[in-house]
């Protein structure tokens, strides 16, 4: 094997550029080497980019949702061994801790999201995968790469708000900003109603089942339209996934009282609660980082594997690493609808 191969690395200061940088290397016994086949730009990596992610350190290999190839495993690896297909969560968890042990594994003390923040991710040849058995997934034989990619992240992300979201069946749901809330799908709720600024998104998500109303803010008043879809009410549960000043305000606006609030983005400034306005809505807001475990991933699998979720409608662009910087300004600038940019192999 060559000793140096292709990444994409945080230069700081908005920055990011296509590098050379060293294999990596098994660092501790539970390490695992990954071969990356396929791997993604997320909209993590432009908040990164633009340094709104306090815990992020400059020079690391960007990337943290891909799959696959496992070239070799440390010494206390068990799960996985040379040549196993995997995906791979974007938390590093060691499964033992406190925050471990109750599922909290975005707080667990020895990680929490490192891959492609604290440490080199995933926007490379190779990547060094810390405590391999907690944090890797094997994927099914007749599962394609293509499909099991956000397994670790977006995926994982969606499926861990819709469960803390508490869903029942027959609530209306609103989602601001497409995400790949599938599992909401999953709960038989009498309809989600998805916000978003642009009609592509909106009809790629209509059309392959994952909103039932769709609604464009940017050409409607998106709370009128969500009080006429639920009589007046406001809606039963609210996910705000698109991390904006207006889309935070809109999400408590359009929850009915004693609703839940489920917020799930990265916003790049402090947001602001009206309490005063908010008399009398009673509303529980439910904030933070995927708690991507296990039984999660598994889960996940579980569900592409049995085509309950399917999230091949969402790559629209697919390009080799060589063309990963043109794929950060298409993805960062939504270029020719671009939802989501997977990245294959570097092509010498
Ligand atoms: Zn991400
Ligand atoms: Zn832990």
Redesign the pocket.
Known sequence: MADTMKAVVYKGHGEVALEDRPMPVIKDERDAIVRVTLSSICSSDLHIKHGTVPRAKEDTILGHEFVREVVEVGSAVKKFKKGDRVSVSVET?????????NGF?N?????GWELGCRIDGCQAEYVRVPIADMGMTLIPDYVKDEDAVFNGDILATGYWAASIGELKPADTVVVIGLCPLMRVKLYSPSKVILIDVNDYRLNLAKENGLADIIINSSKEDPLEAIMKETNGRGADRVFEVAGLKSTFQLAWQAARPNAIVVVVALYAEPQEIPLQLMYGKNLPFKTGGVDGNSNYAEEIMKLIQTKQIDTSCLITHKAPLNDVMRGYEVFENKIDNCVKWVITPYER
Do not use: A, P
């Open positions: 968890f060691c499964g033992t801790c406190f925050f471990c042990r594994v707080n667990c003390v020895e990680g």
